[in-house]
T-cell receptor, first 113, second 113 residues
Framework: KAGVTQTPRYLIKTRGQQVTLSCSPI?????VSWYQQTPGQGLQFLFE???????NKGNFPGRFSGRQFSNSRSEMNVSTLELGDSALYLC????????????FGPGTRLLVL | EDQVTQSPEALRLQEGESSSLNCSYT??????LFWYRQDPGKGPEFLFT???AGEEKEKERLKATLTKKESFLHITAPKPEDSATYLC??????????????FGKGTKLSVKP
């Protein structure tokens, strides 16, 4: 079974630009979560999508948004990039029901200059 | 506020020197506790899920245990390839927390030959 894929793996942007990251979950999984990982804050939850609907959102500004398509692929967008947005962005593909487990992709490393 | 605290932050072991990593949490109505391994520049790799106090899970040299307030990851006779950051995460009660795992900052383990 193929794992979670994330594209691109690396990105360099400048302040003020916007960026879109993509995630393809494990086949059959309908829930996707996004996290931001930085050395200082660790992993912080951004949002979760299930069947194209955002069910949960973390404490991030409105510049961070996402969506999910009918094939469960998900994208997240960050507008008006700031230096502090430099981080590893991780997507997790989630099982549902009893014994929910999150399986992570390799991440997208974003550097904002 | 739900919190997860891992200790120590870093641990250096000699090959074959067994030890334990600690994860303490303050979450009411815990639905699950997860252990992940993360190598530099990669996404977290799922290791174990624990659901109730007294539960234990094993995989090769790793053994995870759970009490009402904390979990331990025991590493028996570690090898250099066990070097990684070990992350603990908890899953709060279902309502309002879909897809959201609360992570600790991790324990960085180094095993020297």
């Amino acid at each position: 079974k193929a794992g979670v894929t994330q594209t691109p793996r690396y990105l360099i942007k400048t302040r003020g630009q916007q960026v879109t990251l993509s995630c393809s979950p494990i086949s059959g999984h309908r829930s996707v979560s996004w996290y931001q990982q930085t050395p200082g804050q660790g992993l912080q939850f951004l949002f979760e999508y299930f069947s194209e609907t955002q069910r949960n959102k973390g404490n991030f500004p409105g510049r961070f948004s996402g969506r999910q398509f009918s094939n469960s692929r998900s994208e997240m967008n960050v507008s008006t990039l700031e230096l502090g947005d430099s981080a590893l962005y991780l997507c997790a593909s989630n099982t549902q029901g009893q014994g929910e487990t999150q399986y992570f992709g390799p991440g997208t490393r974003l550097l904002v200059l | 506020e739900d919190q997860v605290t891992q200790s120590p932050e870093a641990l250096r072991l000699q090959e074959g020197e067994s030890s334990s990593l600690n994860c303490s949490y303050t979450v009411s109505g815990l639905r699950g506790l997860f252990w992940y391994r993360q190598d530099p520049g990669k996404g977290p790799e799922f290791l174990f899920t624990l659901y109730s106090a007294g539960e234990e899970k094993e995989k090769e040299r790793l053994k995870a245990t759970l009490t009402k307030k904390e979990s331990f990851l025991h590493i028996t006779a570690p090898k250099p390839e066990d070097s990684a950051t070990y992350l603990c995460a908890v899953q709060p009660p279902a309502w309002g927390s879909q897809g959201n795992l609360i992570f600790g900052k991790g324990t960085k383990l180094s095993v020297k030959p």
